[in-house]
Nanobody, 125 residues
Framework: QVQLVESGGGLVQAGGSLRLSCEASGRTVSRYAMGWFRQAPGKEHEFVGGISRNAQSTYYADSVKGRFNISRDNAKNTVYLQMNSLKPEDTAVYYC??????????????????WGKGTQVTVSS
C-alpha cells in the first residue's frame, strides 16, 4: 500500500506559479512511476504529466508542455509539479498517482494503482 498526500495548491493570478508536492508513505515511492492528473468541474480526469522511477524520463500533456515540470526526490519520497505561466484553464483539482508497472508516458488513469485526495488549484484572470 502507498498513501499519497498532495499539497501546495491555492489561488494564484494568471501568469503566476505554484509548486505542488506529493508525499508518499507506506512503500518507497522509487518503486513507482508517478503521474499527475487534474480534474476541472464537470470534466473527466486529465493526464498532466508523468515521471519515471529514476527520474530519467518525463512526459507531459500538450496543454502544459513548456510550462509545467515534474521532478522527484526519492530520498524524500516526494514528487513535485512545478507550474509556471498559469492560465485560468489550469484551474482544477490536481492529483498525484502511483503506477507500479508503468512509465512516465502512462496517460491512462486506470493504469495507476494509488491516488492522493487532490489539492485545489485556482487561477484567476
Amino acid at each position: 500500500q502507498v498513501q499519497l498526500v498532495e499539497s501546495g495548491g491555492g489561488l494564484v493570478q494568471a501568469g503566476g506559479s505554484l509548486r505542488l508536492s506529493c508525499e508518499a508513505s507506506g512503500r518507497t515511492v522509487s518503486r513507482y512511476a508517478m503521474g499527475w492528473f487534474r480534474q476541472a468541474p464537470g470534466k473527466e480526469h486529465e493526464f498532466v504529466g508523468g515521471i519515471s522511477r529514476n527520474a530519467q524520463s518525463t512526459y507531459y500533456a500538450d496543454s502544459v508542455k513548456g510550462r509545467f515540470n515534474i521532478s522527484r526526490d526519492n530520498a524524500k519520497n516526494t514528487v513535485y509539479l512545478q507550474m509556471n505561466s498559469l492560465k485560468p484553464e489550469d484551474t482544477a483539482v490536481y492529483y498525484c498517482a502511483a503506477d507500479l508497472i508503468g512509465a512516465a508516458s502512462t496517460t491512462i488513469k486506470n493504469s495507476y494503482e494509488y491516488w492522493g485526495k487532490g489539492t485545489q488549484v485556482t487561477v484567476s484572470s
